[in-house]
């Protein structure tokens, strides 16, 4: 029988400077048991995404595993409680959710939420001492944020945004050339994001209210933005921006369309358009020597695209939802691993930003507005 009073083996060493190095070391009993057993996720809101597609993702990945549910319906608790036995102490209603502070089976909570509701149930969860894994958009806007990444390091806890284009591996390649610059100087991208729905009022009512974060931008946009800046890897200095509807019986008082343009430094600028009227999945990349694109850029599947020297992006990882059981794997190792994530809270915060002053654009007709660095 060893020793109780002698001092840590060497692993369990290195294991307690890592998550000490991140800020994580107050979470140690947590972390002694993930590393001996896959997390374990509670899904926070059981729409489409949720029920399509992280749910069954969570079949499939290796380091984390669909341990608890947060819902405000009981039918639908029972419905996921039979569909993938989870126990019912690991199921929650929102105004119990608390009490997860209390589950040793949940160390993250994934939340899957309407914008408006992602800062109280991620300052709910950290508090709570659970790991957040957070939707995008991140927040209603940079002060929110910040609140947040500003919780979950005080409860030491790591904040994740779901960014899953981020874990996709021609993504990855064309965020290295970033780096490389293999043809030349970057002068221009173009990225679009959206897709014809709501034609209608009905479905996804909250993606139409403003109070609640509705409109293209916060749902699509998010996209065009990120890769904006993850393709030039640098962060913009100012914007412009024109909100359009083409339908307003159906869209009050949230875009239907964003055109907004972002100006990065060395004069690069990247031209963006987001929609719910029209189908758009292209991201380009024009440079003094060549150019690279991705088309699809953002879809569950079947990302590609090729470059002028004949190179071609078309590494695939499996059909939906592979791309979501990579990221939840990512993070989830991240996680045990005591290190960063790849796309922590700060990523997000810094798309925030930038959505800020997009919308404060678009209010002033096309203004141009500045970005102060932070």
Known sequence: MSDPHSSPDPSRRRLLGAFGAAGLAGLMPSARASAMRPLGVALIGLGYYSRDLLAPALQMTKHCRLAGIVTGSPAKAE?????YAIPDRNV???AGFDRIADNPDIDVVYIVLPNHLHKPFTLRAAAAGKHVWCEKPMAMDAAEARTMIDACRRHRV????????QHEPNTQAVIALAKTRPFGRLQRIHAEAGFRGFDDASGDPWRLDPARGGGAMYDMGVYALNAARYTTGAEPVAVTATASVQRPEIFRGVDETMHFRLEFPEGVVAQCETSFGRNLNRLRAECA?????????QAYEGVRGEASDGRRFDTMIGPTPAQQARQMDADALAIREGRPPRVPGEEGWRDMRVLDAIFASARSDGARVEIAAG
Do not use: A, K, V
């Open 158 to 165: 790591q904040l994740t945004i779901g960014y899953r284009m």
């Open 92 to 94: 929650y209603d929102y």
């Open 289 to 297: 020597d060549g150019w690279y694109h991705l088309s699809p850029f």
């Open 79 to 83: 419905e996921w409680q039979r569909r």
